[in-house]
Structures are given as structure tokens and as C-alpha cells.
């Protein structure tokens, strides 16, 4: 089974193209983490909010991942970050396109 860990957190900056160039080596890093299948990062200028939605192929490595990078994201000075885990209904997910 599936597991998808959404995470968001405050997040002042940089954006896009700037966003991409500060985080490609953390981007290399997370693609190599143990069950993660793939990962969307998510960014909000308006809301200044920053995240990201991941796919791991199962809930171990995800709950392993959400304590490891929230506390990475805290010794980085951000003070709250949100996660959750749900587990993926593929049958459905399927109907809808998702890329599982």
C-alpha cells in the first residue's frame, strides 16, 4: 500500500526559479530517501507557505521521513510544520489519474 505525507510550514522565501536553484542539492538529497516514490514541491508566495506532497510505498519510511525533516525544517529557524499521512486508495486514485 501507499502512503502520501503531505507537509507545509511558513516559508518566507525565495520562489521559483530562486526556490529551485537554493534547494536543487536538499531536491537530490529527498530523492534518495528509503520508499519514496516521488515528491511535488509545493510553494504559496501569497500565504508565504512552502511544502511539499510526497508518495512513499510505504507508512514506516514516510513516518521515519516526517520526523526527520521536521526537524531538519526546525534547526533551519521554522518554528511549526504541519504533516499528515493518509494512506492511498489506488482503485480510486486510479479512476482520478493519479500517478501511482
Not at 510550514?9 to 526556490?19: A, K, L, Q, S
Amino acid at each position: 500500500m501507499n502512503y502520501i505525507l503531505q507537509v507545509d510550514f511558513p516559508y518566507t522565501g525565495p520562489w521559483g526559479d530562486e526556490m529551485t536553484a537554493a534547494m536543487n542539492d536538499l531536491a537530490h538529497s529527498i530523492a534518495e530517501e528509503a520508499g519514496l516514490v516521488w515528491k511535488i514541491w509545493t510553494e504559496n508566495k501569497d500565504a508565504n507557505e512552502a511544502g511539499g506532497i510526497y508518495l512513499f510505498d510505504n507508512k514506516a519510511d514516510a513516518e521515519r521521513y516526517l520526523a526527520m525533516h521536521s526537524a531538519r525544517l526546525k534547526s533551519f529557524g521554522i518554528p511549526h510544520v504541519n504533516g499528515k499521512i493518509f494512506a492511498v486508495n489506488e482503485a480510486l486514485s486510479q479512476i482520478d489519474k493519479a500517478p501511482l
